[in-house]
């Protein structure tokens, strides 16, 4: 039985995409730019961000999974001239099933709900839905491939982002690169048993309602790359993973009044897209991050 549940937990990931020998059930991350200038604005600011996730697969039966799950992210930084710094916050729910489709075949498809805004006033219009559906091919157990489709409402209209993901980790174990575009990547290399050093890739975009002037009429339509190298340390049998990361990150923070929407983002590609900016701002600036990993590691309990 027990061999059961974990071939049938093989698969799934914090983003449930590719095929390593482990599950990282629950990340924590702090991170914190340099004091930068906006670019073509008078703002000073810096730009503080914390993420946490937590990923609970239920197994059902050989050929379904539960997955349910949770994650957490913030922002802080000053938006605007003159005022207090901006909190921004979003809560994405995770709801769905993992379905073996055949031996090297299987599927994910999650419903995402989320809540983003800077939870002042909040209301069910700050709610928002999703969804992923994903198809993932399994070689053997160094090799993988997905690819698939998010869709998401937000609050400047309806985004959708293609995936396409890679696995690949080498016979000797020291060698390993994941990722799932245009979302994430890694790369990463064993110096010791328990010590790695990496390189990381981070993109991500979101929309938040905001208050001005006791007033929501605007919403932040915010896009940020964070590119980063890190070394890990591995605590407890390479249980809790301990990261120190440095990098660069881009940062684009754009405020539209809020009844102007687009017809659909596709990616970089915008649709009907006749809205007027308020504030732009730009900034790119070194990065520190830190960041702890509860993981659960499959190659051991198969041995």
């Not at 997955?67 to 913030?74: C, E």
Request: charged residues 20%.
């Amino acid at each position: 039985m027990k061999k059961k549940i974990i071939q049938l937990l093989f698969l799934l990931l914090p983003f449930l995409c590719n095929s390593q020998e482990y599950i990282d059930l629950f990340s924590v991350n702090y991170g914190k730019s340099q004091k930068t200038t906006f670019e073509n604005s008078a703002i000073d600011t810096n730009i503080s961000t914390f993420q946490t996730n937590l990923t609970l697969p239920v197994v059902l039966n050989e050929k379904y999974t539960a997955i349910t799950g949770i994650n957490f992210s913030s922002y802080n930084l000053q938006l605007f001239a003159d005022s207090n710094n901006n909190h921004l916050y979003s809560t994405n729910l995770r709801a769905g099933l993992r379905v073996g489709h055949s031996e090297h075949w299987s599927g994910i498809y999650l419903f995402l709900p989320k809540v983003a805004s800077d939870y002042i006033n909040l209301s069910t219009e700050d709610i928002y839905l999703g969804g992923l559906a994903l198809l993932k091919y399994k070689r053997d157990e160094n090799f993988g491939y997905s690819f698939g489709l998010y869709a998401s409402s937000e609050a400047f209209g309806l985004s959708m982002t293609p995936l396409f993901g890679l696995y690949y980790h080498s016979p000797d174990q020291r060698f390993e690169t994941s990722f799932l575009l245009p979302n994430d990547a890694d790369i990463n290399y064993s110096l010791a048993e328990k010590t790695k050093i990496g390189l990381d890739f981070l993109g991500h975009g979101n929309s938040y309602k905001v208050t001005t002037d006791n007033m929501r009429s605007n919403y932040v339509q915010n896009n940020s790359i964070d590119l980063s190298s890190y070394i890990q340390q591995a605590l407890f049998n390479k249980k809790i993973l301990l990261r120190l990361k440095m990098g660069y990150s881009l940062n684009n923070f754009k405020v539209y009044p809020m009844d102007q929407k687009i017809d659909l983002q596709i990616l970089a590609l915008k649709f009907g897209d006749n809205r007027s900016i308020l504030f732009e701002n730009k900034s790119n600036t070194i990065l520190l991050k830190v960041e702890a990993i509860y993981r659960f590691d499959l190659s051991k309990v198969k041995k």
